[in-house]
Structure formats: structure tokens, C-alpha cells
């Protein structure tokens, strides 16, 4: 392999990767789009322009994003310093003054020996350098026709319309049932009865909760392939009914008709991620907690992921990442950031910090074992490459994806900071083996 790899894309992912690259005495050729040519979203000529929310999310360690940027610590971030440096004040949030922080990141990386940028769109792509694609989730329709071309047009989603991922061990399993419909097969789902004075209160709720404004670039297309569950209910108080909630061929364990069933679908292959099933939703995420909580089994439920629908370029991961994040059958080629699966800011960063340290070690002659499962960074990777190819959704930090504790701990709040302790002892363990 040649000693210089090219990054396509200066975002959160593709400057972590540079960063990562560089400091390993790698040649990197960075080329981002920007000012030659601006996404829908974009308007900044800098690296790593922040978008929507200026928060990176919570650094306590009892929360899964405080134990990803601590994982993130000790392989030396480059985004996490730049945050810190341009932090405003947010509680235990790292939050950022977006345009310090993205001139911070430019002004490192044109600063980094053996960096090479190029203001240029790329609309092809080079398989004979070894190459790392971060173009993030507005990737360029020239770009996205040869990602297609190479992966196939069926494998490179453009719209993330997704329902909300729960963590089944904070399920009222007292108001559930498992039952195939007409008591036919396996069943394959946990189903959550309704009541007729429970759904109507619900569907009443759920029509008048506040949903995000969509982007202009976005209205057109993005409710064309999946309707959002509250655009469903508007229709019609009983439409729920008739669609995701029909009660038809369902007996509860008492042998009782229930008048409407929410049903959770497995999302990955632990028993602890389940997925509510139609529950496509544009609402905001506070009202997504308040209202689909008044379910009576999912009251006191944890969301690991909210739903989603916005604008959002992704590949279907498990079926062509290694966990790595090299493209399976490529290889030179990989990608990284929100293309390939993950979702939010830090998991970006992240993934761009994996794919620019394996790679570096593999152009070196250095084999790496992938992360240890029981680290955030390790969890992510094997969800994105493990996940369901028919069900596949992008991912983000949370507890619910790491292997189980060896000892139960009730508290919820101690439980949340021994899977830290435990991710990052690992991984300074996995980091001093493999000196990476």
C-alpha cells in the first residue's frame, strides 16, 4: 500500500481521520467541497461546521456519550480538544461556539505536517489510494452515484425515516404479551396492549405534539417512501387501527381481545434493543418521550435512539463494514461518519477516528484486533456490522449495546457507571497491547 491515504470530506469524521493519520506519520490529501461548492446545509468555508444543535452532549460517565469521549481521550481527539477549547457553558454538555470551534479544527488540520488539502469536489473515486469517505449525511450526488455504482444503488439510503429504539430491559413486561397473530408461528415481537380509553387518549396527544421543522430541500421527498406515525393519526382517530396498531388475531394471555397493540421488534442480535414497530415519527424528541411513554408497557421505558426524518445519506453497514469501517471487497476503501451508519456528532468523530488509526497501522504493516465489545467505540462497531441488513438503522451511543455486566447492580445509576469503568479499563488495556 502507498504511504498516503486520501480523506474525502473535512467534516467532524473526515478532520478526526486526518488528525489521527498525520500524527502517525501518514501523508494525508484532504479534499472538501467547500467554498467551491455547498451542500444544502452548509455555509461556512471551514472544517467541521456544525450544523444543527452547537451540543456534543454530556461528559459525565454515567451517560454513554461521557464514556464514548473518554474512550475517545485516550487515543487523543482531536474534535474533543478543539470542543473543549471553544466550550460554552452547558451544565456537564459540551457545548461549542460553532464558528471558534470550526476555525480551531481548519487551522489544525492546515496545520498538520504532511497534509495536503484541496478545495475540490471529488466525483470519482480513486481505488488504487487508499481512501477514507466521510462526506457525511448531504453527500454530494455526484459522489453518491459511485458509492452506488460500487455497493449497488439498493445498499445507499438518502431519507433516515426511523422509529424510536427502547431498551427492553426497562419494559413493563406486566403489560405485554408474546403471541404470534392468530396464535400462528413464533412470535417474533413483544406486543403492548391498548385499551379503547388508552388509545384514544393517546391518538389525541399524539396528532397535537410539536413536531420538527423540516429543511426546505427536505419537504419534497421525505415523507413520499414512509408516512410519520402522528401524519398517520391526523387522518383519523381510528387509522392507527386500520395500520401499526391494527389488534387483529391477538389474544392477550388472559385470552382478551385488546383493543389496539403496539409491538416491539428486536432491533440487533442482544435480547436488550427493541424497535417500535411503525412508529416512523418526526416529532420532537421530548415529545416523542411524553407521548408514546402514555403506551401503558412502555411507561417508565429507557429511549436509547429517538425517531428521525431528515435528509441523511447512509450505506447498509452490516451488510458492507468490517468493523474497521474498511468496505468489505475494497481494499483500500473506506468509510466513516454518518455515511456509514452512526449517528451524532461524537459517533461520527468516532468513527472517523477508528477508520484513520486502522488504517495508519495497516499501510504501517501492524495488524490490530478489532475493540474490546464491552467499550462504546467497540459496541458501535459490532452493531453496525451485526445490525439486521433488512432492518438496518443508523446508530449512536448507549449502554444498551454492551455485553452485560458480570454482576447485576440494581441501581440504575451505579449500573450506568461500572459499564463505563469497564469500557475504559478495557481499552487502555486493548491501547497498551497493541501500543496503536
Given at each position: 500500500m502507498k504511504n498516503s491515504v486520501n480523506v474525502i470530506g473535512c467534516g467532524l469524521a473526515g478532520a478526526e481521520a486526518t488528525y489521527q493519520l498525520a500524527k502517525r506519520n501518514i501523508h494525508v490529501d484532504v479534499y472538501e467541497m467547500k467554498p467551491v461548492k455547498f451542500s444544502p446545509a452548509h455555509s461556512s468555508e471551514n472544517f467541521a461546521e456544525i450544523v444543527c444543535s452547537n451540543s456534543l452532549k454530556s461528559e459525565d460517565l454515567g451517560t454513554a456519550s461521557g464514556c464514548l469521549k473518554a474512550e475517545m481521550d485516550i487515543f487523543d481527539s482531536l474534535i474533543l480538544e478543539m470542543a473543549r477549547k471553544s466550550r460554552v457553558p452547558a451544565g456537564t454538555a459540551l457545548a461549542v461556539d460553532r464558528e471558534k470551534f470550526s476555525s480551531l479544527v481548519t487551522k489544525q488540520i492546515e496545520n498538520l505536517s504532511g497534509v495536503t488539502i484541496h478545495r475540490e469536489e471529488v466525483t470519482n473515486i480513486d481505488l488504487s489510494v487508499p481512501t477514507i469517505i466521510a462526506t457525511g449525511p448531504l453527500t454530494s450526488d455526484a459522489l453518491?452515484?459511485?458509492?452506488?455504482?460500487?455497493?449497488?444503488?439498493?445498499?445507499?439510503?438518502?431519507?433516515?425515516?426511523?422509529?424510536?429504539?427502547?431498551?427492553?430491559?426497562?419494559?413493563?413486561?406486566?403489560?405485554?404479551?408474546?403471541?404470534?397473530?392468530?396464535?400462528?408461528?413464533?412470535?417474533?415481537?413483544?406486543?403492548?396492549?391498548?385499551?379503547?380509553?388508552?388509545?384514544?387518549?393517546?391518538?389525541?396527544?399524539?396528532?397535537?405534539?410539536?413536531?420538527?421543522?423540516?429543511?426546505?430541500?427536505?419537504?419534497?421527498?421525505?415523507?413520499?417512501?414512509?408516512?410519520?406515525?402522528?401524519?398517520?393519526?391526523?387522518?383519523?382517530?381510528?387509522?392507527?387501527?386500520?395500520?401499526?396498531?391494527?389488534?387483529?388475531?391477538?389474544?392477550?394471555?388472559?385470552?382478551?381481545?385488546?383493543?389496539?397493540?403496539?409491538?416491539?421488534?428486536?432491533?440487533?442480535?442482544?435480547?436488550?434493543?427493541?424497535?417500535?414497530?411503525?412508529?416512523?415519527?418526526?416529532?420532537?424528541?421530548?415529545?416523542?418521550?411524553?407521548?408514546?411513554?402514555?403506551?401503558?408497557?412502555?411507561?417508565?421505558?429507557?429511549?436509547?435512539?429517538?425517531?428521525?426524518?431528515?435528509?441523511?445519506?447512509?450505506?447498509?453497514?452490516?451488510?458492507?463494514?468490517?468493523a474497521d469501517f474498511s468496505v468489505k471487497g475494497f481494499e483500500n476503501l473506506y468509510i466513516a461518519g454518518q455515511l456509514a451508519g452512526v449517528e451524532g456528532y461524537v459517533e461520527s468523530t468516532m468513527s472517523g477516528m477508528i477508520a484513520g488509526i486502522f488504517l495508519a497501522n495497516k499501510i504501517i504493516g501492524k495488524s490490530l484486533d478489532y475493540l474490546p465489545k464491552t467499550t462504546i467505540m467497540g459496541a458501535i462497531t459490532n452493531y453496525l456490522t451485526t445490525a439486521s441488513e433488512e432492518n438496518f438503522q443508523p446508530m449512536n451511543a448507549n449502554f444498551g449495546i454492551l455485553p452485560s455486566l458480570d454482576a447485576k447492580i440494581k441501581d440504575k445509576s451505579l449500573r450506568k457507571l461500572a459499564y463505563s469503568k469497564r469500557a475504559l479499563d478495557d481499552l487502555k488495556k486493548y491501547k497498551e497491547n497493541f501500543k496503536c
Open positions: 453518491a452515484t459511485q458509492i452506488s455504482k460500487l455497493i449497488g444503488s439498493e445498499n445507499l439510503h438518502f431519507y433516515d425515516a426511523s422509529a424510536p429504539i427502547i431498551d427492553g430491559d426497562t419494559l413493563n413486561t406486566e403489560k405485554t404479551f408474546t403471541a404470534g397473530r392468530y396464535g400462528k408461528g413464533e412470535s417474533d415481537y413483544i406486543n403492548c396492549p391498548l385499551n379503547r380509553e388508552e388509545y384514544y387518549n393517546f391518538v389525541r396527544e399524539l396528532v397535537k405534539a410539536e413536531r420538527v421543522e423540516l429543511h426546505e430541500f427536505e419537504k419534497s421527498e421525505i415523507f413520499e417512501g414512509c408516512m410519520p406515525i402522528e401524519v398517520m393519526a391526523s387522518r383519523g382517530e381510528d387509522t392507527l387501527r386500520f395500520g401499526p396498531l391494527r389488534p387483529v388475531g391477538f389474544k392477550t394471555e388472559n385470552n382478551e381481545k385488546p383493543y389496539a397493540v403496539v409491538q416491539l421488534r428486536k432491533e440487533s442480535n442482544t435480547n436488550s434493543l427493541y424497535n417500535i414497530v411503525g412508529f416512523q415519527t418526526n416529532l420532537k424528541f421530548g415529545e416523542q418521550k411524553r407521548v408514546f411513554s402514555m403506551i401503558p408497557a412502555l411507561e417508565n421505558v429507557d429511549f436509547v435512539k429517538y425517531g428521525v426524518m431528515h435528509r441523511n445519506s447512509y450505506i447498509c453497514a452490516p451488510k458492507h463494514l468490517n
